[in-house]
């Protein structure tokens, strides 16, 4: 099978590290969650569904299925075809039991997804111990790839030290932090906390002033009073390091009180962003990955993700999808399902077409990522070619000639001990 070919006439190791569609009749297809085949390769996909994170989850839920379907168009892993398993996270209390049921009950080879911070790092431990490897791809703690870290996990999503250096090292080049006032609206929990310390930590170190920080309950329906206190305070910037559908209450409602206070902030997600609509965003943000980059493997994967769901793909599902593609194209290279083989291998260094530019690669210490990031300005208007064209990409973190790992945390700044 290692030759076989796709209806589209690419091998199945083209397919595996692009992102080109080469769709046939038969194949698995939205939901993608079929019976599980002593046979198959067998996925289990866990993020939230519900919720205040409900809207990523879904777009993460979408993009895990293309991945499967374009693989078993093109005969599958390993000569076998891939399952999908896929459950509501719902949160942190449950997200280590539906893993558990994941590895135990359906008896996944690899387990992928999550995006909230509290939940990743339950599912981390659950995969450490029943020996499971783990694709995390929307988890932003810094924690979980520093003392939270273990071997049998890792990080497609960037930590939010990833974020901050992107945006922050732009804002410091256009005299945006030196002796400028901050104002931040923190969500009240673990990616939060780690996120406004992360943030502080680097805006104070070059020169920048916290004025406060607000601990935000998430799904807060009404932020009046905070934008009442933001406006007696007269910041330079607001900084937020809110999450999910709350980065879209928040970005309506500071714009309904027209304060000239600019926006900014430690994390951004497009379909939030998509959420608050053109009118109510402005500025310069940092984007994991965004659907106007123009590589080859992006636009396809854009237009296969739009042709099939009828919207373009927002970074979480780059992220699963990608996750997908780099564990069957490390099963493929390593002939076989054993995870210490795949980690072993995972971290030697192996690169992995991510859909841009630059290939990336997992840091062998902390099971990082190693990415470029992108600094995104708002459009105007007038600009944009349709409801989803809000941002113009305005240059790569860390640059085409500095080292991939310029963003990331340090060993300093990073506690991650294997064992």
């Given at each position: 099978?290692?030759?076989s ?14 992102g080109v ?23 289990g996909?866990?993020t939230?569904?519900?919720?205040f994170?409900?809207t ?23 000569g ?6 896929s ?10 039991t ?30 450490n ?8 791809t929307?988890?932003?703690s810094?924690a ?7 071997r ?5 999503e960037?930590g939010?030290t ?14 945006n ?15 939060g ?5 992360v943030?502080?930590?680097f ?11 607000e ?16 406006k007696?305070?007269n910041?330079?910037?607001?900084y ?8 879209t ?6 714009k309904?009180y027209?304060?000239?206070f ?8 497009t ?16 984007s994991?990955?965004?659907h ?9 994967f ?44 995972l ?8 859909l ?5 690669q ?21 600009d ?6 809000i ?14 790992g ?6 300093d ?7």
């Amino acid at each position: 099978m290692k030759n076989s070919k796709s209806a589209g006439g690419l091998s199945r190791r083209q397919v595996l590290k692009s992102g080109v569609t080469t769709l046939m009749a038969g194949a698995v297809g939205f939901p993608a969650i079929i019976r599980a085949q002593s046979d198959t390769i067998r996925i289990g996909h866990i993020t939230p569904r519900s919720g205040f994170l409900g809207t990523l989850g879904d777009y993460g839920f979408r993009g895990v299925n293309l991945a499967v379907e374009e693989i078993n168009a093109a005969g599958g892993v390993l000569g076998r075809e891939v399952d999908l398993f896929s459950e509501d996270s719902v949160g942190s209390a449950v997200a280590p039991t539906k893993a558990q049921k994941l590895i135990e009950r359906r008896d996944v080879h690899f387990l992928i997804g999550e995006i909230s911070s509290g939940s990743g790092g339950g599912v981390m431990a659950t995969a450490n111990r029943l020996k499971t490897l783990y694709m995390q791809t929307g988890c932003n703690s810094d924690a979980l790839r520093g003392e939270k870290c273990n071997r049998y996990t890792f990080h497609v999503e960037a930590g939010n030290t990833m974020y901050t250096k992107t945006i922050g090292n732009w804002q410091h080049r256009a005299g945006n932090v030196q002796g400028k006032k901050f104002y931040m609206l923190t969500a009240d929990y673990a990616f939060g906390h780690d996120l406004a310390r992360v943030s502080t930590r680097f805006l104070t170190d070059k020169g920048g002033i916290i004025m406060a920080n607000e601990l935000i309950a998430t799904g807060t329906p009404d932020y009046s009073p905070y934008i009442l206190k933001i406006k007696a305070a007269n910041p330079d910037f607001v900084y937020i390091n809110l999450a999910g559908a709350d980065q879209t209450t928040f970005l309506k409602q500071y714009k309904e009180y027209g304060l000239p206070f600019k926006v900014s902030g430690g994390v951004m997600d497009t379909a939030q962003f998509w959420g608050a609509g053109i009118e109510s965003i402005t500025g310069y943000w940092q984007s994991l990955w965004y659907h106007g980059l123009n590589t080859d493997s992006s636009n396809a994967f854009t237009a296969a993700f739009t042709e099939k769901y009828k919207k373009p793909p927002e970074n979480q599902a780059w992220g699963d999808y990608i996750g997908v593609k780099i564990m069957a194209q490390a099963m493929e290279e390593a002939k076989t399902t054993d995870s210490r083989k795949l980690i072993a291998l995972l971290e030697s260094g192996m690169e992995f077409d991510i859909l841009k530019p630059r290939q990336g690669q997992f840091r062998k210490w902390d099971h990082s990522l190693l990415q470029q990031m992108f600094v995104v300005k708002v459009k105007d208007k007038a600009d944009m070619s349709d409801k989803w064209d809000i941002f113009e990409v305005v240059e790569a973190s860390p640059g085409d000639n500095e080292p991939l790992g310029a963003i990331q945390p340090t060993k300093d700044e990073n506690l991650c001990k294997m064992g």
